[in-house]
């Protein structure tokens, strides 16, 4: 399968403090996806990010397919952004995602 | 537009016991997968369908099972319950096969003891 790196896999920041995410992936992907997982479980979507550049408020993400690595930028972080940040992705059958062990963020007031 | 809708959020089963998880999808969405997530093994994949046909499974033993119904409602079975199945089970589901988004429910908290 495809392995799926993340880094750092902990991060502590002051809040207004910003961060970015990095995803090293194994072999060519047709998705990716970065995910916030909530409390209580839920992944909640981000960013469907297979290439390119996206931004969404306070968060952007860049995915490089042909260098196989994928970034998640949180500025101005918040302590509602506390949690753990995961990086997925499916190989060229489209129906199994690997996802990587993640990103723990604690933002402190 | 309701999400991915999972039942029952918790349950607590013995070591023996069979267990199965319902995943309701996305109206409009076709296919279901399932994911385990423990603390030592992260996310997991445990198998894939669409249209009622288990397009793909991951490395787990034969007591996982799945099906997938007309209405695209998913349901998944474990037998024979273990203590290492004490997990959190997560239904994701998309609206065609091969691409894009994935979307994921509240999961199945399930404890064995």
């Known amino acids: 399968g495809i392995q799926v790196e993340q880094s750092p896999p902990d991060l502590i920041l002051q809040e207004g403090a910003n961060s970015t995410l990095r995803c090293n992936f194994s072999?060519?992907?047709?998705?990716l996806q970065w995910f916030h997982q909530n409390p209580w479980g839920q992944l909640i979507n981000l960013f469907y990010?297979?290439?390119g550049t996206k931004q969404n408020g306070r968060l952007s993400a860049t995915t490089v397919a042909t260098e196989r690595y994928s970034l998640l930028y949180i500025s101005s972080s918040q302590t509602t952004d506390s949690g753990v940040y995961f990086c997925?992705?499916?190989?060229?059958?489209?129906?199994?995602?690997?996802f990587g062990t993640g990103t723990s963020l604690t933002v402190i007031p | 537009k309701a999400g991915v809708t999972q039942t029952p959020r918790y349950l607590i089963k013995t070591r023996g016991q069979q267990v199965t998880l319902s995943c309701s999808p996305i109206?409009?969405?076709?296919?279901v997968s399932w994911y385990q997530q423990t603390p030592g093994q992260g996310l997991q994949f445990l198998f894939e369908?669409?249209?009622?046909?288990?397009?793909n499974k991951g490395n787990f033993p034969g007591r996982f099972s799945g099906r997938q119904f007309s209405n695209s409602r998913s349901e998944m079975n474990v037998s024979t319950l273990e203590l290492g199945d004490s997990a959190l089970y997560l239904c994701?589901?998309?609206?065609?096969?091969?691409?894009?988004?994935?979307?994921f429910g509240e999961g199945s908290r399930l404890t064995v003891l």
């Open positions: 997925a992705v499916d190989g060229n059958t489209g129906n199994q995602f690997y």
């Open positions: 109206s409009g969405h076709r296919s």
């Open positions: 072999d060519s992907v047709n998705n």
């Open positions: 369908y669409f249209s009622e046909t288990q397009r």
């Open positions: 994701a589901t998309k609206p065609v096969a091969n691409t894009g988004e994935l979307f």
């Open positions: 990010i297979p290439s």
